[in-house]
């Protein structure tokens, strides 16, 4: 078949039926696909072992996250790279130890529009909660976290991430009210991560052959015990402070409150994105100022929450910050409002640090202040600054946006080498003692604390990383329609994709391009991330072949797509010339990507 005729069976990019929500793989499918690509391509979920962080057994990242061990300071923020469990296993691979679950809430069946995730520049999304039901949720993470029991003690994997990968931490995210937190339904989510034996039981049987040896591992049943609570804009603060004592109270739990850029007032917010940093096409909704928490009763309620945990024997902390909620002047996602993430973030969430800090002396656990209230933090983290990030004192630094551009959760491991390089420079050999000394440093430069410090430095970034003039250029483009078979074979759409929906093999003979590029059709949402850096004219999601696993969900959308029955490729009426390439495709790797072949 020739390369035009491939082409003539691709279906209007349009018709590929209704937008379905993510279909989960089973513990036994993710296993399975460990162990076959791990042999066959040295790579787990399309991460090659190159990208696997190993730590320097001479450099001690390691923090304590609301006084819970966790090897590194860097992980996912609550968002499209904590959902899946196939999500939390990549970003750990990449060297992350502490992960933020995406949050969920008692509305559990939303319709999200799409494309919902614009990374074009700087960043931008309109989704706010998890795709999945409570029960898939807590199905998700307990599958994580035995995937994660199960890899640090898998052979293969010690050369390439050490024999010791370190401590993790899972922190659960809830939202949005006390209503819905209260509620039956989220209390069991919550109840279930804090107690995850029933779960494990009967996840346990799905291990496979492929790894019969880990079936009676004593798996991890107390999933998390600490909580970050999504605020989202609008939470009045009395709601605010009735969720956190719920949580403390009646689920014996630590807990963070994520708190909102806009506690810096509409003026000062105004006068950083538009004016000090250029973006005069962002549009900050001045009504949502007036609707969130403001500046001195979020002070108030940092210390009455603070007080309240102590007295409790519970920790508390706070996190900065959650996406700024501006107009959508771009119209190229279909809500009237979306929310801000990127580079004009970092310096919009620091300032507010900077601002609470002075406002709140000797209350916050970071150098120069020596408090107890532990800050996290999201917002614009990147290779370029995690170093002067968690220098200030921040535990963790989350990061979102910057695992959306290419390179993906590869980005995270060169991340924790510069840091490592960054403390090897100082002569320290762990966190605390490197981030003593960079106090230093700015206190004998005349800065109260590194934090003040960071602020003048971004403030003052002369047109580089975080004003617009950095972070204007668009993707790379090509003058070519996207094909079924056949591209640039830039790799991105694999890369981009947080949920690990594409995957590749090599061309048969007589193919254009080196490779050519599937998608798992169950894990994709269509969020659109892949159709932004495709050089090419299409949408990759829509485009590339769309393999099903499930019968059911196959039956029950329309468009091109594929079944995968065994390693027989069944097409849809119409497509059997595209399903006989995709055939030899799949023939050529070993037949079905998610099935492990006999040793």
């Not at 002067?388 to 979102?400: H, L, Q």
């Not at 390439?581 to 006999?598: K, T, W, Y």
Request: hydrophobic share 40%.
């Amino acid at each position: 078949m020739t390369q035009a005729a491939i082409a003539t069976t691709v279906p209007d990019a349009g018709d590929v039926g209704d937008t379905a929500p993510l279909t989960p793989m089973g513990l036994d499918v993710l296993l399975d696909r460990v162990a076959n690509e791990f042999e066959a391509r040295n790579r787990i979920f399309d991460l090659p072992t190159g990208r696997f962080w190993r730590p320097d057994p001479d450099i001690d990242l390691g923090f304590e996250f609301l006084g819970r061990p966790a090897a590194t300071p860097i992980g996912p923020a609550a968002g499209p790279h904590s959902q899946l469990a196939q999500n939390i296993v990549l970003a750990w691979l990449g060297g992350s130890r502490l992960f933020e679950l995406k949050t969920v809430q008692i509305l559990d069946e939303l319709e999200i529009a799409r494309p919902c995730i614009d990374m074009q520049t700087i960043g931008y999304n309109i989704e706010w909660s998890q795709e999945l039901t409570l029960g898939q949720s807590l199905t998700e993470y307990v599958k994580a976290s035995m995937l994660l029991d199960i890899l640090r003690r898998w052979e293969p994997l010690r050369s390439h991430v050490g024999p010791d990968p370190g401590p993790h931490v899972l922190d659960m995210s809830v939202g949005y009210d006390l209503a819905g937190i209260a509620d039956p339904r989220v209390a069991a989510f919550i109840t279930g991560m804090r107690d995850a034996t029933a779960e494990v039981a009967t996840l346990r049987r799905q291990v496979p052959a492929s790894f019969a040896a880990f079936r009676d591992l004593d798996f991890t049943t107390a999933l998390a015990d600490t909580l970050t609570l999504s605020t989202f804009h609008g939470c009045p603060p009395d709601e605010i402070s009735s969720i956190t004592k719920h949580l403390i109270d009646v689920h014996d739990l630590d807990v963070i409150v994520k708190l909102n850029p806009t506690l810096l007032g509409y003026e000062a917010v105004a006068d950083i994105v538009n004016g000090q940093l250029g973006y005069t096409d962002v549009r900050v909704k001045e009504a949502a100022f007036a609707e969130d928490l403001q500046f001195d009763r979020g002070v108030e309620l940092i210390g009455e929450l603070n007080r309240y945990a102590a007295e409790r024997g519970h920790r508390f902390g706070v996190k900065l910050t959650n996406t700024l909620v501006v107009d959508n002047v771009k119209q190229w996602m279909p809500e009237d409002t979306m929310y801000l993430s990127g580079p004009p973030l970092h310096v919009l969430a620091m300032s507010l640090l900077d601002r609470l800090a002075s406002a709140l002396p000797g209350t916050f656990a970071i150098p120069g202040h020596d408090g107890d209230v532990m800050v996290s933090f999201s917002a614009g983290v990147s290779k370029e600054n995690l170093a002067d990030t968690i220098a200030t004192g921040v535990n963790p630094a989350t990061v979102c946006s910057d695992l959306l551009k290419p390179g993906g959760y590869g980005r995270l491991a060169p991340m924790l080498k510069a840091l490592t390089v960054e403390l090897r420079q100082q002569g320290c050999t762990d966190l605390a003692g490197w981030r003593a000394e960079r106090q230093q440093d700015a206190a004998a430069a005349g800065y109260p604390s590194s934090v003040a410090r960071h602020v003048e430095k971004i403030l003052g970034d002369d047109r580089g990383r975080y004003h617009i003039d950095g972070n204007a250029k668009l993707p790379r483009e090509v003058d070519n329609r996207l094909e079924m078979f056949g591209c640039v074979a830039c790799n991105f759409c694999i890369t981009v994709c947080p949920n690990d929906a594409f995957f590749s093999v090599p061309s048969l003979d007589g193919m254009e391009g080196r490779q050519q590029y599937l998608l798992f059709a169950e894990l994709c949402n269509e969020c659109g991330n892949c159709m932004t850096f495709c050089p090419e004219d299409g949408d990759p999601a829509k485009v590339k072949p769309r393999l099903f696993t499930d019968r059911s969900v196959f039956d029950g959308r329309t468009g091109q797509g594929f079944l995968l029955d065994g390693d027989a490729v069944v097409p849809r009426p119409g497509q059997e010339e595209a399903g006989d390439v995709v055939r030899r495709l799949l023939s050529s790797v070993g037949g079905n990507p998610l099935r492990s072949r006999p040793s």
